[in-house]
């Protein structure tokens, strides 16, 4: 095909990817229903590789999809799937409408070693059990990072300047959303890479998807041996260079016709730039190989030890643990011993070795009380969502999460089994509380809790003191997130590393109800 | 079918309220003002019926909905939407109740009628699984949110003990008439909610009240100037543990009953001794009676009951 229509189409269907996915993570009013998440995202490479080979979900075959799409066309998911690559061209075409063309395309030699290292750290370090690099330059994960620390907070930004104007005349039906920010340390690298892969796809195009991204390079071997690809028309070729000077990145050396094959993500933009129609996307044709590079052993000997370094350094990390240590002051601090992982991740280490940090669940939480982790789960962990009840609780009535998690870090819960699913347990300090501190009824935890695992039992006079009975806890963290007192609370949620069942609340029978107005 | 039903329990709740009836709304058609509920009855109790029935008695006794809401005026109704539960485990005020509430409103001629609740679940899941979201939209009332801090104005409350200032709604201040529907519970902390403790709903920092003093807080909350002029506390399905969220619907009694006043302590008085709680006991009702904000003994107050 010699058409222009192929890269038309890629602009159509790539807007509509962007768009739907962006929706997604800044859906703030949970428009989007709840079962149609993993549909939306079952092609997303890493996601759905890690959900099938970790999670073992086996619903989750994207990945096998998209290998196959590769072999078949190319690295077509790259401009046709990945929302970061997209975005990448929404900047670049940006970058292009400049006067002064801030943009530089045209014919680059690759940066062959870095691509393949930043790719061989990311997987040897994913089979020695570690997500963590990954989550870290996963594309999906990153434009997920990007949408919810970003894009959202924009959004609700408009949402409620619409809605202070709409209130104005008596209309309620746009709403005003608190705007919070999540804690400092967890923008770090989803700044670092906003100005990263920003500038990049300004200036370069695709020299992100081609040096740094992980899953661009694995799918850039794998288009090597693609049936489809673009490829020159050496009779009609007149060698005039528009071809290299829209290509986004700048693989195609037009002076001896050849295509870098491994960094083409098929945009089509070279088969509309040529006037000769010298340039066609069809079945590759058998021709004389080009010699190969030589293989440089010293190269790959410091690659793999690169790795094994990489690989336990970052078990170092890991092991450094975030434990506050307990003062007692005019108030007791938390003792936290662990982090809680949400509802479905079956505990802290199953969800930390599958999570990639994309945020979705972050984002789409009616409560917030999912929020990016810092050092929670340890530096590794960074970004990786926790429970934070200072900032919301879980709602009783919801699943919203295990729904949606497209890697299987989080995995679907019924309702009722949610219920009964323990992620932490509440402890009370009754050194903080109010009742004990102030002489005064409060109630607030027990007022919140779903279970009454929290509840009040008679304390002094008049007074009532919270108690927990630990088996009826599920650790909803509605206790912590109302108690009053600061800065530290009288009663939290410390975190299960494993989740266990809770048991059912029990009930009796009530008296009847008086069948006259007792006065 | 309805009417003919409503009308025969309307002759049976006797002489007395149908002379009511006229006469709340012959002062009506001369005056086209709102007048003072005629006999002053201190509390109208209802039981054996159900919510909308109960409250179309209820409100006939007190003269009709046209002594409390003028033609052109902003109504508010503020029911307890505080958790993310269906009806029938009685953790919010019963829909079909807002729901006719909001009908007498409009029909007494009121401009708008606007439902909200500061809730203590997530707000949107709240609204919509209560069902009350529903209610109000097909009566012709409009929700409106509370869920940011932006919907709050901060207001003195005078002679407060504790509470000497708080954050309030915006519609609080915008309405002409307030109408307070809580719905009767047990409550962990206070024993009991009701009338006074729906009013946390209209406030942006419960936490506060919480940690200095909730009973004396809830009674402080009484002296704000802006008081609601109708009290309408359901008690229908009454929550007489494990509240104010309950665990399950065995934690219900089905009372069937409703009550209505113009005095919160009184209702919440009535609403106390039907869980078998003694009104005095109950420290937030204690205290409030004590500051003169209502009448908390039963005994003294000239209260109608009708039967259905």
Same mark, same amino acid.
């Given at each position: 095909m010699r058409s222009s229509a192929l890269k038309h189409i890629r602009i159509v269907f790539s807007s509509i990817v962007l768009v739907v996915l962006a929706f997604l993570f800044i859906d703030f009013r949970g428009?989007?229903?709840?079962?149609?998440f993993a549909p939306l995202l079952y092609l997303q490479f890493i996601p759905s590789l890690l959900k099938y080979v970790?999670?073992?979900?086996?619903?989750?075959t994207g990945f096998i999809v998209v290998i196959a799409l590769t072999l078949l066309t190319g690295r077509t998911y790259c401009s046709f799937l990945c929302p970061l690559g997209i975005l990448q061209d929404v900047i670049s075409r940006i970058g292009g409408m400049f006067k002064r063309r801030f943009r530089k395309y045209g014919y680059k030699k690759p940066y062959t070693i870095l691509r393949y290292f930043v790719l061989i750290l990311t997987a040897g370090i994913l089979l020695l059990g570690g997500v963590y690099v990954l989550s870290i330059l996963d594309p999906y994960s990153t434009f997920g990072r990007f949408m919810t620390f970003f894009a959202k907070p924009v959004v609700l930004l408009l949402n409620n300047l619409l809605a202070t104007i709409l209130g104005k005349f008596d209309i309620y039906s746009v709403f005003k959303i608190d705007i919070k920010a999540y804690e400092?340390?967890?923008y770090v690298i989803p700044v670092s890479f906003l100005f990263l892969i920003g500038f990049l796809a300004f200036r370069y195009g695709r020299l992100y998807c081609n040096t740094v991204c992980p899953v661009g390079t694995f799918l850039g071997i794998l288009s090597k041996a693609s049936l489809f690809r673009i490829r020159f028309d050496e009779e009609k070729c007149?060698?005039?260079g528009r071809c290299a000077m829209v290509c986004k990145s700048s693989c195609i050396d037009f002076l001896n016709k050849h295509i870098d094959t491994s960094r083409?993500?098929?945009?089509?933009n070279c088969l509309e730039a040529c006037n000769e129609k010298a340039m066609a996307y069809d079945l590759v044709r058998i021709k004389s190989s080009r010699p190969s590079v030589e293989t440089d052993t010293s190269r790959r000997k410091f690659i793999t030890g690169s790795i094994i370094l990489l690989a336990g350094g970052s078990q170092i990390i890991r092991s450094q643990d975030n434990k506050p240590v307990p003062t007692k002051d005019s108030t007791v601090k938390e003792d936290r011993l662990y982090p809680v992982s949400p509802p479905?991740?079956?505990?802290i280490a199953p969800f930390t070795s599958r999570?990639?940090?994309?945020?979705l669940c972050v984002s789409a939480c009616p409560t917030s009380v999912l929020q990016p982790s810092v050092s929670?789960?340890?530096?590794?962990?960074?970004?990786?969502p926790r429970m934070d009840f200072h900032h919301g609780f879980c709602n009783y009535e919801c699943t919203r999460c295990t729904d949606l998690c497209p890697t299987g870090a989080i995995m679907p819960l019924m309702l009722e089994a949610k219920k009964l699913t323990q992620i932490g347990k509440a402890v009370f300090i009754k050194d903080n509380c109010i009742v004990k501190t102030e002489k005064t009824n409060c109630g607030a935890c027990s007022e919140h809790c779903p279970t009454k695992a929290c509840h009040l039992v008679a304390y002094e006079g008049r007074l009532l003191i919270p108690e927990v009975?630990?088996?009826?806890?599920?650790?909803?963290?509605a206790c912590e997130y109302a108690?009053?007192?600061?800065?530290?609370?009288a009663i939290f949620v410390d975190g299960n590393p494993l989740h266990e069942a809770a048991k059912k609340p029990e009930t009796k029978e009530l008296e009847k109800a008086p069948g006259d107005f007792p006065f | 079918m309805k009417r003919r039903h409503f009308l025969r329990n309307s002759l049976g709740a006797g002489v007395a309220a149908g002379a009511f009836l006229s006469f709340g709304g012959s002062q009506k058609i001369l005056a086209g003002k709102p007048v003072p509920a005629?006999?002053?009855?201190d509390l109208i109790a209802v039981m054996n019926g159900e919510p909308e029935e109960m409250f179309d008695m209820g409100i006939q006794a007190l003269g009709g909905m046209g002594s409390f809401v003028s033609p052109g005026q902003k109504v508010l109704v503020k029911p307890?939407?505080? *958790? +993310?539960?269906?009806?029938?485990?009685?953790?919010?005020?019963?829909p079909a109740l807002v729901k006719r509430i909001i009908e007498h409103c409009l029909k007494a001629g009121a401009k708008e009628v606007y439902v909200f609740d500061n809730t203590c679940d997530n707000w949107i899941r709240c609204y919509q699984n209560s069902g009350i979201e529903k209610a109000v939209k097909s009566a012709g009332g409009k929700i409106v949110p509370a869920?940011?801090?932006?919907y709050y104005q901060e207001v003195t409350i005078q002679n407060?003990?504790?509470?000497?200032s708080a954050k309030v709604h915006e519609m609080v201040l915008n309405s002409d008439v307030f109408i307070n529907v809580p719905i009767l519970k047990n409550h962990s902390s206070t024993r009991m909610t009701g009338a006074l403790k729906n009013m946390?709903?209209?406030? *942006? +920092?419960?936490g506060f009240w919480h940690a200095n003093n909730l009973n004396q807080c809830i009674a402080d909350f009484?002296?704000?100037?802006?008081?609601?002029n109708l009290h309408v506390l359901d008690?229908?399905?009454?929550?007489?543990?494990?509240?104010?969220?309950?665990?399950?619907?065995?934690?219900?009694?089905?009372?069937?009953s409703l009550f209505l006043s113009t005095d919160g302590v009184a209702v919440d008085a009535a609403g106390a001794k039907m869980m078998g709680l003694e009104p005095a006991k109950v420290e937030h009702l204690a205290i409030a009676a004590g500051m003169g904000?209502?009448?908390?003994?039963l005994a003294t107050m000239n209260i109608h009951r009708i039967k259905m």
């Open positions: 428009l989007v229903p709840q079962k149609l970790i999670a073992g979900a086996v619903t989750a400092l340390a967890a007149t060698r005039c083409c993500v098929n945009c089509f479905g991740s079956s505990g999570c990639t940090a994309c945020n929670e789960y340890g530096i590794a962990g960074i970004m990786q009975t630990d088996e009826i806890c599920i650790g909803c963290g108690c009053p007192t600061k800065p530290y609370k | 005629g006999p002053s009855y307890n939407i505080g *958790w +993310d539960v269906v009806p029938e485990k009685g953790g919010n005020t019963n869920n940011s801090e932006k407060g003990k504790k509470l000497t946390m709903g209209v406030v *942006w +920092d419960r009484g002296l704000y100037s802006k008081k609601p008690a229908y399905n009454v929550m007489m543990r494990n509240g104010p969220r309950g665990v399950s619907v065995e934690d219900l009694s089905k009372m069937k904000i209502g009448k908390i003994d």
